[in-house]
C-alpha cells in the first residue's frame, strides 16, 4: 500500500485520505452532468463519501514528515 511504502522509506505519516468515490468512470460522470441529471452537489457526495473510504477513490494521497 501507499502508507506502508511511505513508512518504509523512513516517514512517518501526519495525515492520508481519499479524494472522490470512484462510482462511475469519469465519462460517465461528465454524460451525466451533461444531461443534468447529476450536479455539484452529486460531486460534493463523492468528495465527503471518499473522506470515509479511501480504499475506493479515485485518488489517495500521504501528508508525512522524514522520521
Known amino acids: 500500500s501507499l502508507q506502508a511504502a511511505v513508512r ?25 452532468m451533461r ?4 450536479g455539484e452537489p452529486y460531486l460534493w457526495a463523492l468528495d465527503k463519501l ?3 473510504l479511501p480504499e475506493l477513490c479515485a485518488s489517495v494521497y500521504v501528508v508525512a514528515q522524514k522520521a
Do not use: E, P, W
Open 35 to 38: 444531461q443534468g441529471l447529476v
Open 50 to 52: 471518499g473522506q470515509r
Open 8 to 32: 518504509a522509506a523512513g516517514f512517518t505519516i501526519l495525515d492520508s485520505g481519499g479524494v472522490m468515490l470512484k462510482t462511475l468512470t469519469d465519462a460517465q460522470i461528465t454524460a451525466l
